[in-house]
């Protein structure tokens, strides 16, 4: 799948794939910390500043303070932001749904029965729930 994320083509000219994937992950994730975000975008946090001050000049994101932690910064999507992050998203489900009208019936039923299965394993190690590995 990371393929496919990778071989997509962001719609927005202005915007690079990092500045997409960032908006995404705001809009999926809101109150992310930043450095989880970085983890999720695939950047260092000393990189990522750039990309920040790139969509904040562009008026898609904004910096607030973490209600939990006044310490902290957040990033939260302006309306345009959010509506730039819809955007790229239902671009991508397109792409993606177009790359999978390639499979089979069985093959999509073998994807969603291993997509299941992922979520499961993933939901479980959330918990901290022990896995063995088996089915």
């Known amino acids: 799948m990371r393929n496919l994320s990778h071989d997509f083509v ?16 705001i809009w999926r994730h809101p109150q992310l910390p930043m450095k989880d975000l970085c983890n999720r975008v695939g950047i260092e946090k000393g990189s990522f500043s750039t990309v920040a001050d790139h969509l904040i000049k562009l008026g898609y994101i904004q910096v607030i303070k973490d209600p939990t932690d006044r310490r902290k910064n957040l990033l ?5 932001g959010e509506n730039k ?3 790229i998203e239902r671009a991508f489900e397109k792409y993606l749904a177009t790359k999978l009208t390639k499979l089979t019936s069985n093959e999509e039923i073998k994807l969603e029965e291993i997509l299941n299965y992922i979520r499961t394993i993933n939901l479980k190690l959330r918990e901290g729930a022990s896995f063995n590995g088996k089915r």
Do not use: E, G, R, W
């Not at 962001?10 to 992950?25: C, G, I, M, S």
């Not at 939260?76 to 345009?80: A, D, P, V, W």
């Open 85 to 87: 992050a819809i955007y």
């Open 76 to 80: 939260q999507l302006t309306q345009s």
């Open 10 to 25: 962001n719609p927005d000219p202005d915007l690079n794939k990092t500045h997409a994937k960032t908006l995404v992950n």
